[in-house]
């Protein structure tokens, strides 16, 4: 048996690059440029998913070339009418990469921060497109939900990101519900319930005496 030769895939690749051009030459397909990237960034990240895959507390770096590139690839095959997915695609990927660091060592706390703040950005990315909704307050109230997982899931071990949460929770929805006409009850509310979980907090820890 012949032993496997890298001029197999390079060769591979001149075959599929000459089909795709060939076609776009004939009006069959349009972009094959974008196609045949997609191609290669698709099977390059399903490469670092495999080795994501079979071990995943030793490869778990790999969590981050898998996602980023098959998002990338999801992005090019974006038909026109559904470009506007492409930013929560891209950055969907990135950040799908920080949730499975933290889900598969949630030791890794920090993995949490990156990606509620990526999944944000491609979120409003995304709103922006559809709607004229001002997303200003989106985007802060979307960094406050992140720091509120960072709190919840990390325990008291991390206690200091429920300050963030509130400061960014008061924050957004003074930014962004005024428009919503409801900024009379939701801050209020947020007060309250800010103020009764730190009162909480206080009695529920232990006497220092």
Same mark, same amino acid.
């Given at each position: 048996m012949r032993k496997f030769d890298f001029r197999l895939i390079l060769g591979g690749l001149l075959i599929l690059g000459g089909v795709l051009a060939l076609l776009d030459t004939m009006n069959i397909i349009g972009d094959a440029g974008g196609i045949f990237w997609s191609l290669i960034w698709g099977?390059?990240?399903?490469?670092?998913?495999?080795? #994501?895959?079979?071990? $995943?507390? $030793?490869?778990?770096w790999a969590a981050f070339p898998a996602f980023v590139l098959i998002g990338?690839?999801?992005?090019?095959? #974006?038909?026109? @009418?559904?470009?506007?997915? @492409?930013?929560?695609? =891209?950055?969907?990927? !990135? @950040?799908?990469?920080?949730?499975?660091?933290?889900?598969?060592?949630? @030791? $890794?706390?920090?993995?949490? &921060?990156?990606?509620?703040?990526?999944?944000? *950005?491609?979120? *409003?990315s995304t709103l922006d497109d559809i709607s004229n909704f001002d997303t200003?307050?989106?985007? =802060? !109230?979307g960094l406050g939900?992140?720091?509120?997982?960072?709190?919840?899931?990390?325990?008291d071990r991390q206690s200091w990101a429920w300050y963030p949460t509130v400061a960014l929770? &008061?924050?957004?929805?003074? &930014?962004? *519900?005024?428009?919503?006409? &409801?900024?009379?009850?939701v801050v209020p509310a947020i007060l309250i319930l800010a103020g009764g979980f730190m009162i909480f907090r206080f009695f529920r820890q232990p006497s220092s005496e």
């Open positions: 099977a390059v990240g399903v490469y670092f998913l495999y080795l #994501l895959v079979s071990d $995943r507390q $030793r490869n778990w990338m690839a999801l992005t090019a095959f #974006l038909p026109n @009418s559904l470009d506007f997915l @492409s930013g929560l695609l =891209f950055m969907g990927g !990135i @950040s799908l990469a920080f949730w499975w660091v933290y889900f598969t060592d949630t @030791s $890794r706390w920090w993995a949490l &921060i990156p990606a509620g703040v990526l999944l944000t *950005i491609g979120a *409003i200003g307050g989106l985007f =802060f !109230i939900l992140t720091f509120l997982l960072v709190a919840v899931l990390a325990g929770l &008061i924050f957004g929805a003074l &930014i962004g *519900i005024p428009s919503l006409d &409801i900024t009379d009850y």
